[in-house]
């Protein structure tokens, strides 16, 4: 199975700041690769497919990119609503596999 | 409007069966794939397996022994049977749609999840 490392496993940062979130595959994933978000209240929603596509809905402070192995999640500006967990995943095999999550924390 | 919701037994006891359902509304399970993830507590998701729309199967090879993914379409409902369970099977266990775009390539997307069911493996 493909491992998916992100880091850091937590990010201290404040509102209105720019943030940039790592995710490593332990092999190329030709892009294939999604970010997802999760709230305090167990809740998921998709944010980006395929890299830098963002999904339907999601705001434009939301960014995606990367290729082979190595890939990156941007919020420009952050808003109170953005601090939770976020998970890589990549779909490039099977079965596609999550990263371990980055907590983004109230400065 | 899309919704999934998971019910079932919060309790487990180890070496026993964990049954849960998937209802869904708002999309029919004849046109639309479901994947069954779990979350251990402080861990990341981990795809189980998926019930295909055309009523086709797929499972995580590493649960693929103990796993059993069906449907019932005339009630909207994809279930789980996963047997012999132990501790730490213990999480929160989520459905979700699964979407596809293709642009020439098939891109896949788990673009609506369930509140998520939370269970425990205890004696």
């Known amino acids: 199975d493909i491992q998916m490392t992100q880091t850091p496993s937590s990010m201290p940062a404040s509102l209105g700041e720019r943030v940039t979130i790592s995710c490593r595959a332990s092999q190329g994933i030709s892009n294939y690769l999604n970010w997802y978000q999760q709230k305090p209240d167990g809740t998921i929603k998709p944010l980006i497919y395929?890299?830098?596509n963002l999904q339907s809905g999601v705001p434009s402070r939301f960014s995606g990119s990367g290729s082979g192995t190595d890939y990156s999640l941007t919020i420009s500006s952050l808003e109170p609503e953005d601090f939770a967990m976020y998970y890589c995943q990549q779909y490039d095999s099977s079965p596609n596999t999550f990263g371990a999550g980055t907590k983004l924390e109230l400065k | 409007q899309v919704q999934l919701k998971e019910s079932g037994p919060g309790l487990v006891q180890p070496s026993e069966t964990l049954s849960l359902t998937c209802t869904v509304s708002?999309?029919?399970?004849?046109?639309?794939?479901v994947s069954w993830v779990r979350q251990p507590s402080g861990k990341g998701p981990e795809w189980m397996g998926r019930?295909?729309?055309?009523?086709?199967?797929a499972y995580n090879s590493a649960l693929k022994s103990r796993l059993s993914i069906s449907r019932d379409t005339s009630k909207n409902q994809v279930f789980l049977k996963m047997n012999s369970l132990q501790t730490d099977d213990t999480g929160t266990y989520y459905c979700?749609?699964?979407?596809?775009?293709?642009?020439?390539?098939?891109?896949?997307?788990?673009?609506?999840w369930g509140q998520g069911a939370s269970v425990t493996v205890s004696s």
């Open positions: 395929y890299t830098s």
């Open positions: 019930m295909w729309y055309d009523g086709d199967t």
């Open positions: 708002g999309f029919s399970l004849t046109s639309y794939s």
């Open positions: 979700t749609r699964d979407i596809y775009y293709y642009d020439g390539y098939y891109h896949y997307v788990m673009d609506a």
